[in-house]
């Protein structure tokens, strides 16, 4: 170790003691000749050295990336205004050669008003929490999926009475006009329900007594003016003991009513295969768990789905579909021992109840089930192999109860299929934990926007050939109290799938402009660019909230730019068009965002009025090295040329990048070369060349 300094060698043994303690990777610089000087065990197990080689070593050796370098190299050149700081992610091999995603933390460490005498670098891994996000926006997807594929309309509102969510199926059987919908006029809807029963008075007493009953669950018959008869469920939504609101589920009963006979057969069996139906197997489940709890036993639920049956009907019709359930029923009957029972649940979804099992037990009748339905198939002539999926949830490890069980080994069989399918997966608890982060960001965002916790940071958009600062585009961010720093990558998707994307879209869209004008009023014309979701896009009044907001800031609409995906154009197209041209009616130019990732059509990107394409960051990264990347960039840019369109690549970050954009022929470009991210103050400063006080601009190194 060296020591620049005797005195500080009391503080440095002091924070050795303290650096030895963190649980994260960590090692100390001596602020005068940038060498480290002490390092801890978690830093040596990741970088794959012992201290001996570690310490003395020059700080920029460690983390050699062009961020840190320009750290160090700062400082290298003399002391700074204020104390340097650099907090950001970044990506740095580890000693088992595996790319590891951290947070790099370099502080200083000083006495009060004394320079630094230390830099503190710490380094924490991220790739766990990266794993997580990614598995909670499956499991997301997972829900979304199974809710519309649910035979049930479905409704969701909260304790207040406001819908939440709702599928198809429910506007369906409501004969609800989607135009209604999309409105997300809840009145409008309340009122259409209203008007459509044979009784409206007494349907809204009913209501009106459920909705005062937080608690009350209730199974009621309705009867519809156009003569269908359908069954209305009602039950409390909770979450952590405590109701949160209403879930409605509405099922056309008007055939079943017609054949109320047949309706009592099924209550037990399933019609097709004669098999235990869904309500038998829950209740026997429940039976056996009473069981199981008194005699400290233990039993599996195993869940099956077919992989891949809507083809068998879609090819080969649902005559031949159904003689492949029944064939599915008599595989599944010689997997069971005996005591264990097996049921027909779904369309082609089957259960098995294992008695007396741990989770060996489980997993050989897993394989049996998947061995049985997986030998060839031969109906009227025609071979072919079914594979099937199995979730496997275990009592009382996975639940202490029959609904826990079911609802735990129906994800587990999802994941099955998610997995490859012809498979089995056993239920991890670790998702179910996933699902409640994933409420909790959603509620934390709703109180950040009411909060005004959100901020925007300006990023600048420079001009290949003259280099001058020609735009801005707006980026959202958000730090929580609890949360910490949240990114956009893990909020904004939550965002998009509960709708509330369109309350912050609005919020961007208003600060952006209202920066803009400031800008404008201090002699500074600068064009933003705001994101546009598709939902925010599809809202019927959005073209006049744009308009609003650029009338009650007096800016012009040459000076906003909405960033639009390729999706948003292709959903529909005419539609798009005519929004589009309302748009462009009001100065507004348009571009759309990460070209080269979506589907687009060249006939639509001639028909639109689009003045600019963003070429992705994904190929940027590549060149001018990536053969391919390169050619990508280049036939967009001859592309957007032929049809007069301005291009901007994003995401440059080194020389090279700019250089071949450049002779390339892209027009613009942004990204961490020349400044990420940036306040308005900061940005104001950056493009003016001059703090506002006058004084001497200074060098700032921003994490991303």
């Known amino acids: 170790m060296t020591f620049p300094d005797p005195s500080t060698a009391p503080r440095l043994a002091a924070w050795s003691q303290l650096l030895a303690a963190m649980a994260d990777a960590a090692w100390l610089v001596d602020a005068h000749g940038l060498r480290v000087c002490a390092v801890n065990d978690a830093a040596c197990d990741l970088l794959g050295r012992p201290a001996e080689q570690l310490c003395d070593m020059a700080a920029p050796r460690l983390i050699a990336t062009p961020e840190d370098q320009a750290f160090w190299d700062q400082l290298a050149q003399g002391p700074v205004a204020g104390h340097a700081w650099l907090d950001s992610e970044t990506t740095l091999v580890s000693a088992s050669g595996r790319l590891v995603r951290v947070q790099r933390r370099i502080q200083p460490l000083a006495e009060a008003g004394a320079a630094p005498s230390h830099f503190l670098v710490t380094l924490q891994d991220r790739t766990e929490q990266q794993r997580q996000q990614d598995e909670r926006e499956a499991l997301l997807a997972e829900l979304q999926a199974t809710l519309e594929s649910t035979a049930d309309g479905i409704l969701v509102t909260d304790l207040a009475g406001r819908i939440t969510a ?3 199926r429910f506007a369906q059987i409501w004969g609800i006009p989607e135009a209604l919908l999309t409105q997300r006029n809840d009145e409008a809807v309340y009122d259409w329900m209203r008007r459509s029963v044979v009784d409206p008075e007494a349907y809204q007493r009913r209501l009106a007594a459920i909705q005062d009953a937080t608690l009350m669950q209730a199974n009621e018959r309705l009867t519809l003016l156009s003569g269908q008869v359908i069954d209305r469920v009602t039950q409390p939504q909770n979450w952590q003991g405590r109701p949160t609101g209403r879930v409605w589920a509405f099922r056309d009963q008007t055939e079943l009513e017609q054949a109320s006979q047949r309706i009592a057969a ?39 789905d077919l992989d891949r049956f809507k083809q068998i009907n879609d090819s080969l019709g649902h005559e031949i579909g159904d003689r492949v359930l029944l064939d599915t029923a008599e595989r599944l009957k010689t997997c069971l021992r005996q005591g264990d029972q097996v049921a027909r649940i779904g369309g082609d979804q089957f259960a098995l109840l294992v008695q007396h099992v741990d989770s060996r037990g489980a997993e050989a009748a897993a394989r049996r089930v ?18 099937c999926s199995v979730g496997v949830a275990l009592f009382p490890v996975d639940g202490d109860d029959a609904d826990q069980l079911v609802r735990h080994a129906e994800t587990a069989m999802q994941r099955a299929k998610q997995g490859g399918r012809a498979g089995f997966r056993f239920h991890q608890p670790h998702h179910d934990a996933d699902l409640r982060q994933r409420m909790r960001l959603d509620h934390a965002m ?38 910490g720093e949240v990114s956009p990558a893990e909020f904004i998707p939550v965002a998009e799938d509960s709708g509330f994307i369109v309350a912050v879209g609005d919020w961007v869209l208003a600060q952006a402009v209202r920066q803009a004008a400031r800008w404008r009023a201090e002699g500074l014309l600068m064009p933003v660019s705001v994101n546009v979701s598709a939902l925010q896009f599809q809202q019927a009044d959005f073209i006049d909230r744009v308009a609003a907001v650029l009338r009650d800031n007096e800016l012009p609409g040459s000076l906003l730019e909405l960033e639009l995906t390729e999706s948003i154009l292709v959903h529909d197209a005419d539609e798009a068009l005519q929004r589009l041209s309302q748009l462009s009616q009001l100065g507004v ?68 990048q700019r ?46």
């Open 266 to 304: 099924l209550t037990v069996t399933d019609g097709l295969t004669g098999l235990f139906n869904r309500r038998q197997i829950g209740e026997a489940l429940a039976d056996s768990i009473h069981q199981a709890r008194r005699s400290n036993g233990t039993l599996a639920l195993l869940i099956l």
């Open 166 to 168: 709702f599928n198809r």
């Open 446 to 483: 709703r109180q950040a926007l009411a909060s005004n916790r959100f901020r925007l940071k300006y990023q600048p958009q420079l001009d290949l050939a003259s280099g001058a600062v020609v735009g801005a585009e707006a980026l959202i961010r958000w730090r929580d109290p609890e949360l």
């Open 659 to 704: 250089a071949f954009l450049l002779e390339a022929g892209c027009d613009q470009f942004q990204g961490f070369l020349y400044a990420p991210a940036l306040d308005a103050l900061s940005f104001d400063e950056r493009v003016r060349g001059r703090p506002r006080g006058g004084a001497r601009p200074q060098l700032s190194l921003v994490g991303r």
């Open 589 to 656: 130019r348009l571009a759309i965002d990460d070209f080269g990732t979506g589907y687009s059509s060249l006939a639509y990107l001639k028909r639109f009025p689009i003045e600019r394409l963003k070429i992705d960051r994904s190929f940027i990264e590549g060149v001018p090295q990536d053969d391919s990347d390169a050619g990508i960039v280049r036939a967009i840019i001859q592309m957007s040329t032929a049809l007069g369109m301005k291009v901007i690549a994003e995401g440059v970050e080194t020389e090279p």
């Open 370 to 387: 998947l061995e049985a339905i997986s030998r060839p198939c031969a109906v009227d002539g025609l071979q072919f192999t079914m594979t």
